[in-house]
């Protein structure tokens, strides 16, 4: 598909000018000013045009959960939110610990057209917390490993699925919570599993991608790894970086003022590689029981737009970098740069309106959201995958 995109502001992690992209055969072909080309055409006068966004952690709920979310709703909040790759965690059901679901999520995915996707394999089989056997038949499209939601309890369990990853070359994604201490502390839950984790990859050389990152001491300790120069990324999401003392359910919980602050400290130091959504759609009666978990994906963008760049902790280029291109990089694909070659997925953005999140609009299936009824700047006004406009929240096309 040949697009041309005119006149916007166009950032990405090293970039930004006033200028035009054009995209030809789902790539991008060329970039910079007065381009001319005799195609579809988007005129985007006072409006931002980025790479679109990619996720790092998101909860599908496809197969077994689909009345939560399913492939279909859940890439079109992803494109509603400006996403076009998401990674999906494997607690499913059945839950991912074989080729046979990943190929389900993957040609489905492909049937639907709608946004790329890397489906994440669990690290113990069925999150049994000690069969790694699995691991061995995986094909090469796996390239994560995670028990998400749950976490491997035992060290050993950990340390042999450290060495096997190493070994595959794949990555382990660490939701970090010891289950012994999650009921009598939920920090020190957290902040125990980052440590073990964080020495395990000190023995092991394993790669570890820490997900959700909430504390204070925990970021602390993986800017230490980083400095010693440990093969370590992490991410944040959009709510642990906005919110603190607030009793809303999800998991890691809302910490405290001082949590914010040090991650945001460690966002413009250049310490966390990534902003990830932790998208977890729950029915209104499934959160009534309790559920953890937060619809996060149509307001990724405006809630981290305003907590960090509206509020002058970091450019623009920087959110590029953490909401694109680094995790383009973790993820290993063409994704995230404007740079000639990558894939022409883009997202068109209005940073100067206010906008007010109302979860009754959201296209996810889950409504649950801790942001209603709140106001943030920034509104995603399309979303374009290879060329193809995939989310129109309102631009006109010029048909030619
Ligand atoms: O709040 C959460 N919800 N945290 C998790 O780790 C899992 C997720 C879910 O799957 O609902």
Redesign the pocket.
């Known amino acids: 598909m040949n697009l041309l995109i005119k006149g916007a502001r166009i950032v990405d992690f090293n970039k930004d000018f006033k200028g035009d992209i054009y995209i030809e055969k789902g790539k991008i072909k060329d970039f910079g000013s007065n381009l001319n080309y005799d195609c579809k055409t988007i005129h985007c006068d006072n409006l931002v045009v980025m790479p679109s966004f990619i996720d790092m952690h998101t909860?599908f709920r496809d197969p077994g959960f689909t009345y939560k979310e399913d492939l279909n709703s859940g890439s079109k909040a992803a494109l509603k939110g400006g996403y076009t790759f998401v990674n999906l965690m494997a607690?499913t059901n059945p839950i991912c610990s074989s080729m046979e679901v990943v190929d389900y999520v993957l040609k489905k995915s492909e049937e639907l057209n709608l946004i790329d996707i890397h489906q994440t394999v669990s690290i113990t089989k069925d999150f049994d917390g000690k069969t790694l056997e699995h691991i061995d038949s995986l094909g090469k499209e796996i390239r994560f490993l995670s028990d998400?939601?749950k976490g491997v309890q035992e060290s050993g369990v950990m340390y042999e699925a450290f060495k096997k990853a190493k070994e595959k070359g794949l990555i382990i994604i660490a939701?970090e919570e010891d289950a012994s201490l999650a009921s009598i502390d939920s920090r020190l839950s957290e902040n125990i599993m980052t440590f073990r984790d964080i020495e395990l990859v000190r023995t092991t050389k394993g790669r570890l991608h820490l997900a959700h990152v909430s504390t204070k001491e925990s970021i602390e300790e993986i800017i230490k790894g980083k400095k010693e120069g440990l093969n370590i990324t992490c991410e944040v999401t959009p709510h642990h970086i906005s919110l603190y003392d607030n009793s809303y359910k999800?998991?890691p919980p809302i910490r405290n003022k001082e949590d914010v602050l040090a991650l945001i400290e460690a966002i413009k130091a250049g310490y966390v590689d990534a902003i990830g959504t932790?998208h977890?759609p729950?029915s209104a009666e499934d959160k009534r029981g309790g559920?953890?978990?937060i619809s996060g994906l149509e307001t990724a963008f405006s809630i981290s737009y305003t907590a960090l760049v509206r509020n002058g902790h970091i450019s623009l280029n920087k959110l590029s970098q953490i909401m694109s291109s680094n995790p383009g990089n973790i993820v290993d694909i063409n994704k995230g740069k404007i740079e000639i070659g990558y894939d022409g997925d883009l997202v068109v953005l209005d940073l100067n309106k206010e906008i007010e999140i109302n979860s009754k609009e959201f296209v996810s299936k889950g409504k649950n959201t801790p942001f209603h009824g709140k106001k943030f700047w920034g509104e995603v006004v399309a979303t374009i995958k290879n060329g193809n406009l995939k989310y129109n929240g309102g631009i006109e096309i010029d048909n030619r």
Request: some cysteine; aromatic content about 0%.
């Open positions: 909860h607690n998400d939601g939701h999800v998991n932790d977890a729950h559920a953890c978990g």
